[in-house]
Nanobody, 124 residues
Framework: QVQLVESGGGLVQAGGSLRLSCAAS????????MGWFRQAPGKEREFVSA????????YYADSVEGRFTISRDNAKNKVYLQMDSLKPEDTAVYYC?????????????????WGQGTPVTVSS
């Protein structure tokens, strides 16, 4: 079993950048593919990005493609989401999730472990 803790959220102006981190404990992160999801107020949780367990394959939602970059450092048991050119519509609570499979997934129900989330607010 793995425990996940997100950090790095905060308030930023439109056009700015943030880097989210997800720290894992309890189990080597290298045995999981990882995903980032977000949930805005009044909306359903949505897929943002995912990465395979070795980092060879990455996936992005169309809405963040070209602006966000997912990466991982298995030696440090961490996953990152670099968010650039932020827009007000990126405002949400961001969650990292772990899947016990080598490939990432676009679907939240395919992930087995979740963090508590970190809030991101982008002001216009």
């Amino acid at each position: 079993q793995v425990q996940l803790v997100e950090s790095g959220g905060g308030l930023v102006q439109a056009g700015g950048s943030l880097r989210l981190s997800c720290a894992a404990s309890g189990s080597p992160l290298s045995t999981y593919s990882m995903g980032w999801f977000r949930q805005a107020p009044g909306k359903e949780r949505e897929f943002v990005s995912a990465i395979s367990w070795r980092g060879a394959t990455t996936y992005y939602a169309d809405s963040v493609e070209g602006r966000f970059t997912i990466s991982r450092d298995n030696a440090k048991n961490k996953v990152y989401l670099q968010m650039d050119s932020l827009k007000p519509e990126d405002t949400a609570v961001y969650y990292c999730a772990a899947r016990t499979y080598y490939q990432g997934s676009y679907y939240s129900y395919e992930y087995d472990y979740w963090g508590q989330g970190t809030p991101v607010t982008v002001s216009s």
